[in-house]
């Protein structure tokens, strides 16, 4: 679709129709770019708006003509602060599932509880989550180093703008499959597995990358365990390893 809007855009100026010039600079095409990944997940993310709005702002300066680079440092810190307040939280959404779902399923845990009383032994529910079992790491104009030991993970969110994170996988566990969101910008994620995952990547890069650097070990009978990274890499990289 941006292959075809291009062209159209070309055809129109060849046949003589003008168009503001604004139509074919850098920022307009970040703006078509953020929209295309948007749509693409559905308007979910950070990394599509992020970019809607980088391109939006220098768009609207150049149509109204107007210099804004005295308000620019304060726009970026005001904009990157109501990210960071409004952005959803990976860890809260799941245990707001997970007390939906423990709510509808109340009477059956307490007709379960009553047969367990009749009974010699306790009843007990071992769906317990923990806040370590979430990653949700923000990283601005700063580095961190986040080792995760839990063996029920269930994924998060880690961003990391003008700033690094070093993400220790290695010593946690999980069942079937988990998402980890990876918000790049100006930035760099690294994260480490073991060996015996799964790495899936639906990582957008623009102007950056994403490397995989892990080693190739052979096949296993083991039950596959699937990590999906997903987010954007913009003027950044994500980098894989294991040991």
């Not at 806040?131 to 839990?150: E, R």
């Not at 190739?216 to 699937?226: A, C, D, F, M, N």
Request: overall charge neutral; hydrophobic content about 45%.
């Amino acid at each position: 679709m941006i292959l075809l809007l291009i062209g159209c855009i070309f055809f129109l100026r060849n046949f003589g129709i003008s168009l503001p010039h604004w139509v074919f600079s850098w920022h307009m095409i970040l703006i078509v770019i953020g929209l295309a990944v948007g749509a693409k997940r559905n308007f979910t993310g950070s990394g599509w708006l992020i970019m809607v709005l980088i391109g939006g702002y220098f768009t609207l300066q150049d149509i109204a003509s107007l210099n804004f680079s005295r308000y620019g440092f304060a726009v970026v810190l005001v904009g990157l602060g109501l990210f960071l307040i409004l952005k959803p939280s990976k860890r809260s959404k799941y245990m707001d599932e997970k007390k939906k779902a423990d709510f509808s399923s109340t009477d059956d845990l307490n007709s379960a509880s009553e047969d367990a009383d009749t009974n010699s032994g306790p009843f007990v529910q071992d769906d317990t989550v923990a806040i370590d079992d979430f990653v949700d790491v923000v990283n601005v104009f700063s580095g961190s180093k986040q080792h995760i030991y839990s063996k029920k993970f269930k994924g998060g969110e880690v961003v990391s703008i003008f700033g690094g994170c070093d993400l220790n996988l290695s010593q946690a566990d999980f069942s079937n499959t988990v998402v980890l969101e990876i918000t790049a910008i100006f930035g760099g994620v690294k994260i480490i597995v073991p060996p015996t995952w799964t790495v899936k990547s639906d990582v957008t890069a623009i102007f950056g990358g994403l490397d995989d650097k892990r080693s190739v070990l052979s096949v296993t009978e083991e039950p596959r365990k699937i990590i999906i990274i997903k987010g954007l890499a913009l003027f950044g990289g994500v980098d894989i390893r294991n040991f």
